[in-house]
């Protein structure tokens, strides 16, 4: 089956760790998204990559970083300077760059104790 | 820059009641626009999207909404609430981000359904 897969669906981490999300999708889709999502705040992008070895900052990129090596992997790196890292993580991609219907992965719930 | 507004974070309704949720976008160009659901501690699902062509548009489970230019909203309506229909929903609406294309959602509408 094609889609999205996130992992693990929940992480713990105790404060000043750095921790990586993982993010691999079978679609073939060039592009592929990162949101943060918080109780009635909605989904705030974080990166976004439009191919391979090329990424881009979203609203809220402060504290995290990201790389895009393989087409298939847009891993998500939590790092110690994000200030209120405890959220839910979704995933998405994009066929290409131009269209906008997303698919999201199951999404990663991170606590950072 | 574009932005959505959905009006009521929770919205309660009766099994077989009329579902309507409301959203309200801002756009600069002809927008995209869609609907996602997502259930508890799981990844958006897409309900259905506003390309161009007709303005009143089927998705899946049901729900349709209908594109009003004149008004700038794309509600969701189902005629016929079920329990299964407990879930947040998110409207979301096109445009670009540093010259990249991008979707911009709103904060989200929890639909709560009673027997």
């Known amino acids: 089956d094609g889609g999205i897969t996130q992992s693990p669906k929940y992480l713990f981490r105790k404060e000043g760790q750095n921790v990586t999300l993982s993010c691999e999708q079978n679609l073939n889709h060039d592009a592929m998204y990162w949101y943060r999502q918080d109780p009635g705040q909605g989904l705030r992008l974080i990166y976004y990559?439009?191919?391979?070895?090329?990424?881009q900052k979203g609203d809220i990129a402060e504290g995290y970083s990201v790389s895009r090596e393989k087409k298939e992997s847009f891993p998500l790196t939590v790092t110690s300077a994000q200030k209120n890292p405890t959220a839910f993580y979704l995933c998405?991609?994009?066929?290409?760059?131009?269209?906008?219907?997303?698919?999201f992965g199951p999404g990663t719930r991170l606590t950072v104790t | 820059a574009q932005s959505v507004t959905q009006l009521g974070s929770h919205v309660s309704v009766s099994e077989g009641a009329l579902v309507l949720l409301r959203c309200n976008y801002s756009s600069s160009v002809p927008p995209y626009l869609f609907w996602y659901v997502q259930y508890p501690n799981q990844g958006l699902q897409l309900l259905l999207k506003y390309t161009t062509g007709a303005t009143l548009v089927k998705g899946i489970n049901g729900f349709e909404a209908e594109f009003k230019k004149s008004e700038t909203s794309f509600h969701l309506t189902k005629p016929s609430a079920h329990m299964s229909d407990a879930a947040e929903y998110f409207c979301a609406v096109s445009g670009s981000f540093s010259g990249y294309s991008t979707l911009t959602f709103g904060k989200g509408t929890m639909l709560l359904v009673s027997p």
């Open positions: 990559s439009q191919i391979v070895n090329d990424f």
């Open positions: 998405a991609s994009s066929i290409a760059a131009g269209t906008y219907e997303q698919y």
